[in-house]
């Protein structure tokens, strides 16, 4: 094991990779082709490592993205704004509303690179990725070309894409993204948190948001973590109706798509079985926001996994819900269970 992982995951885990490279421009992918091709437990492509948990050593390669470049183009309706995949998406957030385009400002802060963003469809606020993405620029390894996935046929759903299938993670590596903004701003305020707060401008929205973001995220280089650890469950109105028998105020969402099902906040559901803020020796919850798992400091992957298995545990002895991790896990052969 020759490539250490410990800067390029935010839980900041001492753990390693067979091999990796840092890509910094198209010219340094046949480097690492090479690498992928000599690794037997095939290879993950990184950019920050701001939604991922290694349970321990990877045996494949790491490829960490960092191609970085912003063009912007416009016609007479729509701001296109496309962001080479190593970019922080934060500051592409910020960045266009410097340039007075306006659209983006719900989702300030969210951790992660551009290239990160369309693999979970990343959201906050009630705006998604999905709402925006014009295509996601790839390097197909199938066909060895650059190709450009519409945004349509990207399998957008909640915190989810095509591109978090395993086949489509060994055949794409995104390079790219570009969004498709309309001139014509309209806030999305439907959140409670928004909502009643009278927020008018893009500025007050963005600024409101982050600073929402800076009490509820710990940052990552004061307490390891990888932001929500944990799905919000989509469960039947069956389920919600008996744990509204013990909890009428269970906070519960429409599930997009399937009106029979309701979606509920982990969060809430985490903090009320009594797990927010707990430390259990070197992992637990954040005391601001019980859906973050974090490192309090010398964290092993095990100590990260047993605390969220410790949680799994208290939530579905409370609830009757089981919680799915929204991070992805990668164990010694790759992508696994927790
Ligand atoms: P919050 O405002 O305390 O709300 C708790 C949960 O309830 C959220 O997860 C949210 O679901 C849901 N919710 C609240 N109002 C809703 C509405 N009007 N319609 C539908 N669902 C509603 O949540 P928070 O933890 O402070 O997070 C704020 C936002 O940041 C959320 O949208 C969250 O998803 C987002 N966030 C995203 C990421 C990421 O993309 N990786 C990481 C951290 C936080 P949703 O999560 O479906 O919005």
């Not at 410990?6 to 840092?22: C, E, I, Q, S, W």
């Not at 704004?81 to 719900?106: C, P, R, S, W």
């Not at 809430?268 to 954040?286: E, F, K, P, S, V």
Request: with cysteine; hydrophobic share 40%.
């Amino acid at each position: 094991m020759s490539f250490s992982l410990k800067p390029y995951n935010t839980f900041g885990l001492d753990v390693k990779a067979r091999d990796g490279m840092v890509v910094r421009d198209f010219a340094m992918f046949p480097a690492a082709f090479d690498k992928i091709r000599k690794s037997s437990a095939g290879f993950i492509v990184l950019g920050h490592g701001s939604d991922v948990l290694f349970k321990g050593d990877y045996d494949g390669a790491v490829i960490v993205n960092r191609l970085m470049g912003v063009e912007f183009s416009e016609d007479a309706n729509t701001h296109y704004v496309k962001a080479q995949a190593g970019e922080t998406f934060h500051d592409l957030v910020a960045l266009t509303m410097k340039k007075g385009i306006y659209g983006l400002e719900n989702l300030a802060l969210i951790p992660g690179t551009v290239g990160g963003a369309p693999v979970q469809n990343i959201g906050a606020y009630g705006v998604s990725l999905s709402d925006f993405c014009r295509y996601v620029e790839v390097l197909d390894l199938v066909t060895g070309k650059v190709d450009r996935i519409m945004g349509r046929d990207c399998g957008f759903g909640y915190r989810d894409s095509i591109f978090r299938i395993p086949e489509n993670q060994a055949r794409y590596i995104i390079t790219a993204v570009e969004l498709a903004i309309p001139k014509d701003w309209k806030p999305e305020t439907s959140y409670a948190a928004l909502r009643s707060r009278n927020l008018e401008s893009p500025k007050e929205i963005f600024d409101f948001v982050c600073s929402m973001r800076k009490i509820k995220l710990p940052d990552p280089r004061v307490l390891g973590n990888a932001g929500s650890f944990f799905r919000n469950p989509v469960v039947s109105r069956e389920t919600l109706a008996v744990i509204q028998k013990s909890f009428d105020n269970v906070p519960h969402y429409p599930a997009e798509g399937d009106p029979d099902m309701v979606k509920l906040a982990a969060g809430w559901l985490i903090d009320q079985a009594g797990c927010r803020g707990i430390n259990l020796g070197t992992a637990g919850t954040y005391e601001n926001q019980a859906l973050v798992l974090v490192n309090y400091g010398g964290a092993t992957p095990e100590d990260i996994v047993n605390a969220a298995r410790h949680v799994q545990g208290r939530v579905e002895d409370a609830f009757g819900v089981r919680l799915d991790p929204e991070v992805r896990i990668y164990g010694e052969k790759g992508e696994c269970q927790l």
